[in-house]
Every structure is written in C-alpha cells, then in structure tokens.
C-alpha cells in the first residue's frame, strides 16, 4: 500500500456542482494532515489544515477518519476558478525510520466546466 | 511579505555544468526545504534544515549540496548536473519542523524550471 493514495482524476464537473476527493494514508500514527493546491506550472498552496475531525473554510470542508486512514475534501458550488490539482498532504510524526519529511500524493486533477 | 523567493524563475544548464538554486523567506520560519517534482513522481524531498546551521539529507539527495547560510536563506548546489537533474525545484519553509506537532504548514516559493541538456 501506498503512504499516501489519491485519485488522480481528472473530475470534470459543472460549475456549481459539489465534488469531494478522498486520500488514504498508511501509517497509522501520523499526526497531522493538509490540503495544498497547485495551480498548471505553479508552486502547491496551503487550501487546509486537518487537525482533528475535520475543519470548514468557506466552499471547503475537510475530514479526518482515523480510523479508516482516510481523509477527504469537499468543494460545494464549485467555480471554475476551483480548477487544479488537489494534494493529499501527511505529517507522519516521529517514528523509527522516518526521514522526518511529510508524505506527499500525486494529487486529484480538477476541472470545473461552464 | 515576499514570502519564499526564488532565483533564478528559469535556467538551461549543459551536462557537467554547475549552478546554484537561491532560496530565502522572510517569515522568520525555522524550517526550509528544497524539492523537486516530476511527472508522476510527485513532490519528492532533496534536502531540508530544520533549523539554522543544520541540513539533513532527504529522499533524494544525489548529486545535489545545500547551504543554510542564515535563518532566511537556503541554497541548492547541483556540482555536476546530469540531464536526470531536469526538473522544477521548489523551496519551501515552515515555522517548525516536519514530524513535529507544532505549526508546520511549508509555504513554497515559485519554482525553478531547469533543463539540462
């Protein structure tokens, strides 16, 4: 299993529409999560944290299942200005072999059409 | 805030030639990271200093150097580079380190696009 699972899409979707990616993770003692988009030939930008159970932020809903390992993003009334590619992000913590770095997914691509 | 730049946005290099990747933050962040990211790979770890006058080896460090010249500045080395070296190289910082439970969010910087023939 990978560290870190993502669908890599595309999803194309109609403005306006709802859409929700999910990530999945293996390791069960990883400690914190987050959400980065990267915009074609940009850099990733932080979109959010997850913490704990989850968090909102406007259009942008984030939940953690620890039990399952999985988390997810929501995007209600999706704009076309929501269209990127959407990065699973994991903070594994401190354990025996880990290089101390954050796991990285290969990202969901999104489109939102007129 | 700048935030992290980058220098230089763009650069062609031929095989055998070295260049340096300058990187400075003007958040006060502790923690700095350089990456790179192919098709299909992802973003993978080169190198990162948690802090100040430290530097530690990421996932692939090969052929690559780093300085941590001052809280704000973090620079990349390609001594010889190789076309397997063509990618886009990110820096990127954080308040605190990774595998930490304290704020460590990375914000990147714009990347640079090299190509080596």
């Known amino acids: 299993r990978k560290e870190v699972e993502q669908d890599p899409g595309p999803f194309n979707v109609p403005e306006g529409a709802t859409v929700a990616f999910n990530c999945t993770y293996s390791n069960s003692a990883s400690q914190s999560f987050f959400w980065y988009r990267q915009d074609c030939r940009k850099e990733p930008k932080l979109l959010m944290s997850?913490?704990?159970?989850?968090n909102e932020d406007g259009r942008f809903t984030a939940q953690l299942n620890r039990a399952s390992q999985y988390i997810s993003l929501l995007i209600r009334d999706s704009k076309l200005s929501d269209s990127a590619t959407y990065l699973c992000v994991v903070n594994p913590g401190l354990y025996a072999g880990n290089n101390r770095k954050l796991i990285w997914g290969l990202g969901t691509s999104l489109a939102v059409n007129p | 805030n700048a935030g992290v730049t980058q220098t230089p946005k763009f650069q062609v290099l031929k095989t055998g030639q070295s260049m340096t990747l300058q990187c400075a933050q003007d958040?006060?962040?502790?923690?700095m990271y350089w990456y790179r990211q192919d098709p299909g790979m992802g973003l993978r770890l080169i190198y990162y200093s948690a802090s100040e006058g430290t530097t530690d080896k990421g996932e692939v460090p090969n052929g690559y150097n780093v300085s941590r010249l001052n809280k704000r500045e973090f620079s990349l080395r390609l001594e010889s580079a190789a076309p397997s070296q063509t990618s886009v190289y990110f820096c990127a910082s954080s308040e605190q380190g990774m595998g930490t439970s304290g704020p460590n969010e990375q914000f990147f910087g714009p990347g640079t696009r090299l190509t080596v023939l």
């Open positions: 997850v913490y704990s159970s989850g």
């Open positions: 958040m006060n962040h502790n923690s």
